[in-house]
């Protein structure tokens, strides 16, 4: 688990690489969809905290006119980033968006807390951080991404990530601009589908920096308290000039309460 090459950030303590080991469980083939979301609001009427606190972060370029017009706050640190007023699940670029057309690509606007109620819906759970990174490196050790060291080998796109130059134009090269399918390009070697890009998965974990380094080598859980969570696998808007975290090493993290057009989760369960 983790990594110590050249593109590890050390900001994000991807390394020490170390042995691990985890007991059986089981994790879902791919992310929770809209589809499957949607059956959960229907089933016991729950509401999101974007749609509760009533706006979402959505990626800049795919805020209608008409919506930006209503946008009064930006990340100052990452200006593609708007607050967008009404942007939900339901909703992914605010007001006037649907998706009818994208009920199988993962939910999006999620917190973790949000994703927590859904697996206890669900009789399921978050994977933890060492699951994650387990089932995500389908079986080969030491590898960048779950099918080998290149991201594009012989230049066949293996996952839904950002081309062109960020964050101002995506040629969309891999076939899509945004979210995908969530069994979209082949599954790696336990039969997973995009462990690398297409959304952020949330994961049990609280954030740190430093537990790998001290905390336990058996079914490591995190530390028992935080300010924010962990999220695996990068998304559509990763680039190697910008956020190289769609490496399956990678890291990296967001407050439980917070929801962004390209965040979403995978459940799993005991085995």
């Known amino acids: 688990m983790g990594s110590e090459g050249p593109e590890a950030n050390p900001h994000d303590a991807e390394g020490p690489v170390r042995a691990v080991r985890v007991h059986s469980f ?26 509760r606190f009533g706006w979402s972060f959505v990626f800049h370029s795919f805020v209608p006119p008409d919506v930006a017009l209503r946008v009064t706050q ?11 007023p009404g ?11 649907r998706i009818k057309q994208r009920m199988d690509h993962p939910v999006v606007h999620v917190s973790w807390n949000d994703a927590v109620a859904y697996c206890a ?16 490196r389908g079986g080969l050790e030491g590898m960048v ?6 991201l594009s080998p012989g230049g066949v796109h293996l996952s839904n990530v950002w081309q062109g130059s960020f964050p101002n134009e995506d040629t969309g090269e891999d076939g899509f601009r945004g979210t995908a399918p969530a069994d979209a390009f082949p599954p790696n ?17 609280w954030w740190s920096t430093t537990f790998h380094s001290a905390g336990p080598r058996e079914d490591p859980r995190g530390p028992d308290h935080g300010t924010a969570r962990v999220m695996r696998g990068g998304s559509y808007l990763c ?6 975290r769609y490496r399956v090493a990678a890291r990296s993290s967001n407050t439980p309460d917070s929801s962004t057009g390209n ?8 085995a």
């Open 189 to 205: 070697g336990y039969g997973l589908y995009n462990v690398t890009g297409n959304v952020w998965e949330l994961v049990a974990d």
């Open 26 to 51: 089981r994790i879902a083939p791919r992310a929770v969809t809209n589809a499957e979301f949607a059956e959960f609001v229907n089933a016991t009427g729950y509401r999101t905290e974007a749609e």
């Open 87 to 97: 942007a939900d699940w339901r909703r992914p670029e605010g007001p006037g968006s």
């Open 121 to 136: 819906w669900a009789d399921v759970r978050l994977p933890t951080e060492a699951e994650w990174e387990y089932a995500a």
């Open 145 to 150: 991404f779950p099918w080998g060291d290149e």
């Open 74 to 84: 930006v990340v100052q640190a990452t200006p593609w980033w708007w607050a967008v």
């Open 239 to 244: 680039h190697r000039s910008y956020c190289n």
């Open 263 to 270: 965040l979403g989760f995978r459940c799993a369960a005991d």
